[in-house]
């Protein structure tokens, strides 16, 4: 037969009272399906509360705070169910304790103070009013344990654990605070906790170095690293922390260490439209990631640069140094050449490092300076792992000239210049400050070469260049 034990309010002449219930070393044991309804609050102080007798549906409703203290004994069973229903706001504290299923219906809510951490094996229900943790403790679902009812006015702030037994290589695994895991190989008792609408910057959502850039309220964390993984990504629209409209151009973003203040995360994922609340990313196979969040497109680079230099090596050679402070996803550099600051095109290619977390340092040389250009520009085309490219900064080098074996007159000219003294039958070209080509002639036998200018010529430096050897030319 059902059994019903009530504790209900106690009626004065002029408010109603709430009747507490407080257990000092018994044994209150619920069997059979029974119902245990507590109007006020319910303190197991010692002794024991055994929810799980006769293994059926036992029920305990409590309408103030339900505390569980340490050293006190708490057994949930399989199949009970704790259902928090104030009306002023209730606190749970279970001192690590757990339940086979908790229902929140109260719209003031619930919260987990610091340190106290509770276990719900079962459903965690919410039907009314949202559960909040202190930043020290946390609601963990375990052994497969599922939620229901989260939406935008209801779910858990702070921090909701999942524990998972196993995660299957190949196969994806999704956990119930919106956390989906393809591992390459199996994972064992992996557990992810997320933490979400708490409005701080590092706890519950991440920022760039920065600062100007912030992502979602909502930050993902595994017990152990993952590396060669896929992770798909899904939050509320009650945690977009203002990014609502740039959601189309999301990003998944992945940190090895804890957020700190001034540190940047790392892009392990394609743009991509976020507007469904749902992101995917990969951690490559040369990164061991622990924190997860989502963002927008806008964010530093992958790859922090802090040097990059150009220098002549020898009379027809450059060579190109380049440092990075930091590195994530970075599959290659490509040196690019241009003479006219305009149109590059690449020399090499130089592995990037992948992931570091440590300074770096790069060197190519470029053996095979073009012939008649004075100076020379150079940039780097580094390329993600993604296939996402990046341009650096422009730098210049100056090409040493030979020594000068011609003359040219007039000089200052305006028109036409005479130049002699050049091998017989050679070429001989004009380039203006940045490189850029204005005419080519021929040398006759006697190395004689007449330059006509072209008309409307701008005013400026020129070079006179024949093989190794040049000299500036003013034109007025």
Known sequence: MKQLLTLALLSGTSAALAQDLTNNGATITLTGGAVLSVAGSLA???????????????????????????????????????TLNGTAAQQLRLNGAGLANLTVNNASGVTLPAGNNADVAGTL???NGMVTTAPSATLRLVNGATISGENTTRYVAGN??????????????????GLTVTPATTLTNLTATRTAGLNTAQVSYGTDGSGANKGIDQIWQTSAPLTNAQ??????????????????????????????????????????NGSGRSVTGTVPTSANYSFFTASTAAAPLPVTLTTFTAKAEGPAAARLNWTTASEFNNASFTVERSTDGWSFAAIGTVPGAGNSLTPRQYTLLDGQLPAGAPLLYYRLRQLDLDGTAHLSAVVTLAVSMAKV??????????????????????????FDAVGRLVLRATADDNGTTQLHLPDGLATGTYFIRTGASALPLLVN
């Open 44 to 82: 197991n102080n010692s002794g024991t509360l055994d929810l799980s007798g006769g293994g059926s549906n036992n029920q305990l409703f409590v309408g103030g705070n339900l505390a569980n203290a340490s050293g006190a004994t708490l057994t949930p069973g399989t199949a009970s169910t704790v």
């Open 160 to 177: 909701l654990a999942a524990v998972k037994a196993s995660v299957p290589g190949g196969a994806a695994t999704a956990f119930p605070n």
């Open 125 to 127: 229900t919410l039907t």
């Open 405 to 430: 074996q011609f003359a040219a007159y007039p000089n200052p000219a305006h028109s036409q210049v005479t130049v002699v003294g050049t091998p017989a039958r050679a070429t001989v070209v004009l």
């Open 231 to 272: 992770v798909v990504l899904s939050w509320l629209a009650a945690n977009d922390n203002g990014l609502t409209g740039s959601l189309t151009s999301a990003q998944v973003w992945a940190r090895a260490t804890a957020p700190l203040a001034g540190a940047n995360w790392n892009r392990i994922g394609n743009t991509q």
